[in-house]
């Protein structure tokens, strides 16, 4: 399968470095404490630029979901899980459910990042749903 591989600049290097370290790094403010994704050159509530990075828990909860059920583009396999998924920290992201009971994917489930290898040496992050989902 061929995916659309990210490339790294000079903002979201430190993320996709923590990827490869299978770590999901965010930013946080300073100034205002405020967490954010994806990274920016300053902070998205008060504009400050003195930002450091924090290491998530990994954890989160699916806000919403589609599941492929055509292939658009050779990139888009069929039966792919995309969410957006509320990290504890606070952040949005987009990301990928993947593992045997993604299909059975629903909003409010508890899910966990993991890493895996997207192509051209990048790690990105996807999520797999917790076991209490499952019951
Ligand atoms: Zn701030």
Redesign the pocket.
Known sequence: MSRVIPRPTKTSAPYWAGCAAGELRLQQ?T??Q?IQFYPRIC?C??A?KELRWIAASGGGRIATFTIMHQQMADEYAMGQVVALIDLDEGPRMMSHVVGENASDTKVGDRVQVQFQEWGDGVTAPVFTRDRVNTK
């Open positions: 403010c100034g205002c405020h902070c509530k008060c400050a």
